[in-house]
């Protein structure tokens, strides 16, 4: 696929919360800030490309979260992008606070959520955040604490759909008689399945499913990972990478699964998009399943 005919278009859709159109295949942008999501990025230029990049590729969901940077990813995506093209989704969280780099604590208290939401929508140039995601669930907050006051920013029109993240199905379970929950941002790939029962809850229900890590955090490039070299066969005999071969696998296992794959330049942002016109035969899949966990 050359570059002029690459499109997050060939991902397919998916309607967020019945009424929401986004192209599968979104971008996060954790990696646009500094290291453990702490910082300002090492080329503030080129962050600020790769979301226009973004945008030009097709890619109508971004995924962010106060807690990057803090701050400063929402700050970018509002530098970069506003005033905002039409159907551009801007998915954000709140309940981490940073204590420095991959240093966190989860607050889950009412007024610290709503304090979040006014504050993501000052640096975001927001009048409504169409999906925010409840970014941990606080356990020293009753989760009902927590939700109703994202359901009084959604009564207000501040947000438009509610969305958790790292939760189970009883989790959410009991989060939807609060409030209906839209989106579900677990951890999972190709060779990290923990959550496979999530998944299948979310599929069907109709909830949107957010992998976050979702090349394992680079662990299947690494050379000395023989997973990794498997696949990296593989790959080569469709002129795709491991990485590319990660994305579709994703995009294939379930119609509600919607990848955000971060990245910090352009290059790599472009070849995580023409992930989505990747296509293998079902016997092809299973020998990357298989390949994957062995």
Not at 8 to 32: E, I, K, N, Q
Request: aromatic share 6%; with cysteine.
């Amino acid at each position: 696929m050359s570059k002029q005919t690459i499109s997050a278009a060939a991902s397919g859709t998916f309607l967020v919360g019945g009424d929401l159109p986004v192209c599968r295949l979104g971008y996060g942008t954790m990696r646009l800030v500094g290291e453990g999501a702490w910082g300002e990025p090492t080329d503030a230029d080129e962050a600020k490309r790769v979301l226009r990049r973004a945008v030009d590729l097709g890619v109508n969901l971004i995924d962010t979260a106060d807690a990057y940077g803090p701050e400063i990813a929402e700050r970018l995506i509002a530098e970069a992008l506003h005033p905002y093209p039409a159907g551009l989704t801007i998915a954000t969280k709140g309940g981490i606070t940073r204590q420095g780099p991959a240093k966190t604590e989860y607050v889950g208290r009412a007024g610290y959520l709503i304090q979040c939401v006014e504050m993501s929508l000052r640096r975001l140039k927001l009048d409504c955040i169409p999906l925010y995601q409840l970014h941990r669930i606080d356990p020293r907050t009753p989760l009902e604490e927590s939700l109703e006051a994202l359901a009084r920013m959604q009564e207000q029109g501040k947000i438009r759909h509610i969305g958790l993240s790292e939760v189970t199905p009883a989790e959410i379970e009991a989060a939807e008689k609060m409030v209906k929950v839209t989106t579900v941002q677990n951890r999972y790939s190709l060779a990290d399945r923990r959550h496979e029962e999530t998944l299948s809850w979310c599929e069907r229900r109709g909830i949107g499913f957010l992998p976050w890590y979702p090349i394992h955090a680079g662990k299947l490039l690494k050379a000395e990972n023989p997973a990794a070299r498997r696949l990296a066969e593989m790959a080569a005999r469709h002129g795709a990478s491991v990485a590319q071969l990660s994305l579709a696998w994703l995009l294939r296992r379930s119609p509600v699964m919607l990848p955000i794959p971060g990245t910090s330049k352009v290059a790599h942002l472009e070849e995580n998009v023409a992930a989505s016109g990747l296509r293998l035969r079902a016997e092809e899949w299973a020998a990357v399943e298989a390949a994957a966990t062995a």
